[in-house]
Structures are given as C-alpha cells and as structure tokens.
C-alpha cells in the first residue's frame, strides 16, 4: 500500500512539474522578439475626449473649435519627431497659427491635456496579460510608437511601462513610422534580426506593410480601429485581441487570460 502511494504521489508531482513547464515553456525556435505600436493598439484616449477638451479650450480661448483640432492635427508630425519640444511648445505654436494674442497661460493648457491623458486612458482587451506572459516565455518585448512628449502621461497612465525591455519613441529617435529606421532602432536594443520578430499594430500611418518590408511579421489589431480592408498583397494576419494574438504567435502554449 505504501508503494501505491509513493507511486501516486511521484505521478502527481511529476504531472504537475510537466504542467508547469509546458504553461511557461519557452517561445518557439526563430522567434525572438514582439515589437508592439502603443495608440490604438495597446491603448487609446476614450473616444470623444480630446474633443470634448479641445471644445473647452476654444470655449476659454475664444477661438473656434474645429479650428483648434485641425492645428492640433497639423502639428502631430512635428511633436512627433521632436520639433516640437514639449506639449506646452505645441500650443504655443498653435496659438500663434490661430492669431491668439495677450497672455495666454500654455502651461495651463498642456496640464489640461496631460491631465485628460492620465484618467481617459483604455487598455485594449487583455493587454497587460498577454505583455507579461511574452515575457514570461523569453520573448524580448518593444514598445515602437508615433509620439509626442506627451505619451508619457498615457504610459504612466495605462500601468504598462515595466512590461516593456525597451519603449522606442518616435519623438526621442527623430524617426516615425513607416520610416525603417524607427523598426531597426527596436530590433538593434533588443539584440534580435527581423525575422526572428513580429509587430503587432492597428495598421495606422502604414506601420504593417513597413514592418513587413523591413522583414518582420505583422499582425493587424483592430479592438480600438474596427479594422481596415487589408491589401490583397499582403499576408499578415488580423486579431481583435490580445487573446487571439497570443494563440497566433504560439497556438500549442498554454496561454491563460482573464475572463
């Protein structure tokens, strides 16, 4: 009797190491590294806030509204590759666009859209498991964003700043995507080749077919952009979310994600 249950007990405990290790195995052979957009992808502001905001603001300022957002609009490019220096510099430059004279406080208007970033901040659907268990299973994960100086209120927002092995930010490196050089820059601090990496974006700015130039798997993530008709040359995938990307990386692990 004795002997059956020592042999039970080694098969449970025996079982129960196997499961373990196949819950955290490592990632498959040749895949090294998740190169990951942030907006609308990871995260995106509520829809309708920064409107709302930018209605206040031209409310305060005594301008127009819809002129206010299409500035706002026309000076991403420069914020995000670091012409513009910080979010105060960019009102600033928008005011002077609008006309605005008289002492306007710009500080005060950048907090405002530093504060909305902080408490309108959604993540996409099992975000932060899905980043925690990638690195879990030794793939190296990047951040690979379009931004100004402001996207480190929504990071610091979204609580997903310690899952990352490295952030590449556009307005820090001077490059946006679909410029390869921004893809690169990623895979050299990672220390892994392109085709050792996926990249998981909404498909914005031609970040996917740029990826897949520079010889890197895309996937398309549309929870927060509804997706788009993806080109019939292509051939990465689509996933709406983080569950499904986590199965088409590795559909044989055993993933496991909140209800």
């Known amino acids: ?5 020592l042999q039970i007990r080694v098969y449970h405990s025996t079982r129960q190491w196997f499961d373990y290790l196949w819950e955290f195995r ?12 942030l907006y609308d992808t990871l995260i995106r502001v509520k829809p ?4 709302s905001m930018h209605a206040q603001m031209a409310e305060m300022l005594s301008i127009d509204a819809n002129r206010l957002a299409q500035e706002w609009e026309s000076t991403t490019y420069d914020s995000n590759v670091g012409g513009i220096v910080d979010t105060s510099a960019r009102f600033a430059v928008i005011l002077e666009r609008l006309g605005v004279t008289g002492d306007v406080d710009v500080g005060k208007l950048a ?10 901040i959604e993540l996409g659907p099992w975000a932060a498991e899905f980043l925690i268990q990638l690195r879990r299973r030794g793939y190296k994960v990047g951040l690979v964003s379009n931004c100004s100086p402001s996207v480190n209120w929504a990071l610091n927002a979204s609580g997903l700043r310690s899952h990352f092995d490295c952030e590449v930010l ?10 390869p050089r921004i893809y690169d820059h990623a895979l050299s601090l990672l220390n892994c080749q392109a085709q050792e990496a996926y990249f998981l974006g909404d498909g914005n700015n031609g970040e996917l077919s740029a990826a897949e130039s520079c010889g890197i798997t895309p996937i398309e ?3 927060a952009s509804g997706g788009r008709e993806l080109p019939s040359v292509s051939n990465w995938k689509r996933v709406s979310d983080f569950r499904m990307a986590a199965e088409l990386i590795d559909e044989e692990a055993r993933w496991t994600f909140s209800r």
């Open 48 to 51: 309708g806030v920064r409107e």
């Open 170 to 179: 556009s307005y820090q490196i001077r490059a946006v995507k679909p410029d």
């Open 111 to 120: 907090q405002m859209e530093h504060d909305m970033l902080l408490e309108n």
């Open 221 to 223: 993530v549309t929870w």
């Open 1 to 5: 009797m004795a002997n059956v249950n």
């Open 26 to 37: 490592s990632r498959p052979y040749g895949r090294a590294a998740v190169l990951i957009d």
